[in-house]
């Protein structure tokens, strides 16, 4: 069965491809290489022992996206993770967050309207619950008023989704993630952040290799147990597994509605100092970190309330923390080596 997975060379795309090819699925991979690395074809061969097909594509041009459907009209079924991610950079740059991350889903969900099987799993996030009322969060928590340009075009991007859903014959899973950590236990893929990370893990090991001078902690005045704020780490294997059940679960049409939803977390927060102390216990390094003041847009607490993947999918985040941050650190004393 052949799958087109988009952003196939990123963080998410990389480790999800590995997954499916080694569940024997055939895997299309496009990129555009804007935030990933040719490179990553190579590890992931390593890993599995074979190649995807790649293909170069910007999916921000419709005739492109066109073209690849008439090639690969044997398509079964699409995992879209290609978009820009970055809160602070959406914030100051909306207009191309909203071409990269809406005009290339309407592109994708317009051909496959036309294929016989349909089935479209959707790289969410939980941003789209906001600062939420209670923990841990449940796929029913409302939506709230998005904090980013982001955040708005994942909320966009999933209210497109069922809107198509209503009038033809694609399928859909909407997977929202927390925060995703880690590299595979090969270190052959891993995250490869471009410029500054914007990410906390990342950001701890580079600053641990020493490419960065302190690590920022964006305040300890939150309401939490030591003022730092709340997460949800999961790591990035667990995630992957994830959205190869998902898959399955539409090829094998045991899907009950046309669009589901779920959250993929490990049901446990870690404040950022938590993260700090676990990763200076796995790595040995100390680490030297400054508190400074909060930053726009974060909210206080996010982790997940995961029984509901738990139960339909079947599906369990099996990693640590800890087991996240020290496959995360190999990877950067890889890379950096």
């Known amino acids: 069965m052949k799958i087109l997975v988009t952003g196939g060379l990123g963080f998410i795309g990389s480790h999800t491809v590995v997954e ?18 040719i490179q990553v074809l190579d590890g992931i061969e390593k890993i599995t022992g074979k190649k995807p097909i790649f293909e170069n594509i910007d999916l921000r041009e ?24 970055a809160v602070g950079e959406s914030v100051e740059n909306p207009l191309l967050y909203y071409e990269n ?11 496959m309207a036309n294929l016989e099987q349909a089935n479209f799993i959707f790289s969410s996030s939980c941003t789209v619950y906001g ?17 980013s340009p982001y955040g708005n075009t994942k909320q966009i991007g999933e209210e497109i989704i069922a809107d198509v859903a209503k009038v033809t014959n694609i399928n859909s899973v909407l997977l929202r993630y ?13 995250e490869l952040p471009l410029g500054v990370p914007q990410n906390l893990v990342p950001f701890i090991t580079q600053t641990a290799f020493g490419l960065r001078k302190e690590l920022s902690v964006n305040g300890n005045d939150y309401p939490t147990p030591d003022g730092t704020n709340v997460r949800d780490y999961i790591h990035v294997v667990d995630l992957a597994k994830a959205h190869v059940i ?36 796995v790595s040995g390094q100390k680490l030297p970190y400054k508190i400074v003041g909060r930053r726009e847009g974060d909210v206080v607490s996010a982790y997940a309330n995961t029984d509901k993947a738990n139960k339909i999918l079947g599906w369990n985040a099996q990693l640590s923390l800890e087991e996240g941050l020290a496959s995360a650190w190999k990877w950067e004393q890889k890379i950096r080596s």
């Open 101 to 111: 991350n809406i005009n290339s889903l309407i592109y994708i969900l317009q051909e």
């Open 131 to 147: 600062q939420a009322e209670k923990m841990p969060i449940t796929e029913d928590a409302s939506i709230k008023p998005a904090n």
């Open 20 to 37: 499916l090819q080694n569940e024997g699925f055939e895997v299309v991979a496009i990129d555009n290489l804007s935030n990933s690395s």
């Open 62 to 85: 419709k005739s492109a996206v066109q073209n690849f459907f008439k090639k690969y009209n044997d398509v079964v079924g699409v995992i879209h993770f290609a978009a820009s991610k």
């Open 246 to 281: 998902a898959l399955q679960r539409l090829l094998d049409k045991k899907n009950i509605e046309k669009v589901e939803t779920f959250n993929l977390g490990t049901g446990t927060g870690s404040s950022v100092l938590e993260v700090i102390n676990a990763f200076e216990k």
């Open 178 to 190: 927390f925060n995703p950590i880690g590299a595979h236990p090969s270190v052959e893929i891993g």
